[in-house]
Every structure is written in C-alpha cells, then in structure tokens.
C-alpha cells in the first residue's frame, strides 16, 4: 500500500509539474485567450484559411497536422503551401496518386530540408485523405530574378515559365507595411527590387490557392507568418481579386510569458499561436 502510495504521489507531481510548463497558448487578434476548439470552429466558416509558421518551429508544424486533421474529420479540403514551387506540382501529383514513392518524390521535387520532419505528414495525410495538395509558390529562380532585376525582368522568361507564376503585369503596391517594413529590416540591403520578390511570391500562392479554390471545400494554406500577418501579402492578393473572399488567418510568434499575448503581436491574425521562446528547433 505504501508503495502504490508513493507512485500515485510521483504521478501527481510529475502532472503537476507538467501543467505547469504549457508549450503553446492560442490568442484571438485582440489578446484574449483561445483554445483548439474555438479555432476549429471559426475556421470551419472560411473559404481560405492562411496557417502563418514559423519554418523551424515544431509546435507550430505539429498543430497544423492537428488543426487539418480535425477540419478533415467532417469535410473535403483542398491544402497547399509555400513550400512547394508550381513547377513540382507534377511530381507532387504522381506521389499523391501513388506513382511515385517518397525517395522519387525527393529527387524529382525541390524539397525543403525540414520536409521529412515537418511537412511530410500533411502531404501524407492528403495522399491517405485523396485531398489535392497544391503548390503555390513561384519557382525560386524568378523571384531571385526580380530580387535582382525588378518586376520588368519576369518579361524576359518564357510563356513555359510564366505558367508557375501569378498573369503578369503583378499589382504592387509599395506602401503596404508588409513591403515597407522589409526595406527597413534588411537596412536598405537589397534594394527597392527585394519587397518586389517578396510579393510575386504572395501574388503568386494567391493565384494558385483561387485557380484551385472549389465551392465548399475550404483551402488551407501554410506559410511563413510574414506571408499572411496583419491580413497583407497573400490576403492583399486574395481580396484584390476576390473581395467577398472569406478568410481566415493563423499566425505563430514566440514569447517568454505564455499568460497573455504581447502588444506587438495584437492583430496580427485571427489567432495567434504563442509558443515558448525556449522551444527547440526542428532545425538549424
């Protein structure tokens, strides 16, 4: 009896210490506490829902496995991502519909370095799910070519080309924050041209999720948060072409307190996913 006593009052303590280190807490845009429930329950009423990550941040990719695995339970959806370049799509295709094994899709796809760890799973749960998992981003090498040569160098590549990125000519408009602030972050490095690379690439994960969004079946796209915070970039695109567009926004940030969400991060999304700063990294 002794003995259970003592493992029970182990078991207790290691509970309690447990609740005591929460790894994440969910805010709404003005700072308010949330759970898993409420976030479900207000994305369910979106046609686009923008899951903001950080690349290296493990809670965050483990709750967009969760979050889309819920959402999936009652529902057909359709998911995509930055991560994927609209040229890989084909071979994205082939291993979604069991034509290509996971080392072909490696070979053929220019995955991330993370993907086995992070991203993997939500393709794998498309493939399980038969959902379509789209790639949205536009190729690497043509946004470096406007990282370099403004938007006037995308009128130099072909019409092969063209078709894995947003129609040409790309609306921009270089006063939203989102652009403004990446002039300022990089110390004017970069120059004018560098916000300009930075949204062809939310032009074109706009285009794409619209070319594939399909009445009822909501989209989920995951993103770096920069892509989506404060309702700019992506949404800016989205709502330009299709104002009446419902969508829901999701970002991540770290802090240090957990209790309640820093002024900085307020209205940042919809909800705000804090994880702790101390949180390890899925990679480096």
Known sequence: MK??????????????VAQQLPAYQLFTANGKKANFGQLVKAMQEQEVILFGEYHDNPIAHWLQLEFTRKLGEAQR??????????????????????????????SSARLWKNYLTDYAPLVQYAKEKNFPF?????????????????????????AEAKKWMMPLPVPYDS??????????????HGGSNLPKAQAVKDASMAHFILLHLQPGVPFIHYNGAYHSDYYQSISWYLKRSRPALRIGTISTVTQSNLSRLDKEHLGKADFIIVVDEDMTSTYK
């Open 3 to 16: 003995k259970l006593l003592l493992s029970v009052l182990l078991l207790w303590g290691i509970a309690s």
């Open 77 to 106: 959806l359709t998911l995509g991502a930055e991560m994927f370049e609209a040229d890989n799509q084909q071979a994205l295709n082939a291993f979604l519909a069991g034509q290509l094994s996971a080392k072909g899709l490696d």
């Open 134 to 158: 789209i790639a949205t981003n536009i190729p690497r090498r043509y946004a470096s070519l406007v990282a370099k040569g403004g938007f006037e160098a995308l009128d130099t590549v072909s």
């Open 175 to 188: 006063l939203l924050d989102c652009y403004k602030n990446m002039l300022q972050m990089m110390g004017g």
